[in-house]
């Protein structure tokens, strides 16, 4: 299954909070990256957060993986978590007549 993942930052760190909590941030997100449950991933463009392309079993899954992140568990970031999948309508463009 795949879940787009988009943070928002919700409570700003102080840069004494980054020092602190960003050296944890990275690695734990490396590890859901090297373990396949993080398919790929983006800072956002339109204000601070990230999106990951999930590759989980279930939303419960990918939940618990954003959740137990360093951000989302001080409660400085939030995820929406979105089931994402092929654009099914396309098929009708390729049906043999």
Known sequence: MKVLA???IV????PEQR???MPNEVPATLKLYLDGKIEQFWFRQDKPGVIFLMNVETIE???AAVE????TAGRYAKYELMH???LAP???LIQSK
Not at 11 to 14: A, G, M, T
Not at 68 to 71: S, V
């Open 6 to 8: 988009v943070a928002s």
């Open 68 to 71: 137990a992140l360093p951000l």
């Open 90 to 92: 396309l098929g009708l």
């Open 84 to 86: 994402v999948g092929p």
């Open 19 to 21: 020092q602190q909590i």
């Open 61 to 63: 899954e990918a939940r």
């Open 11 to 14: 409570q700003p760190l102080s």
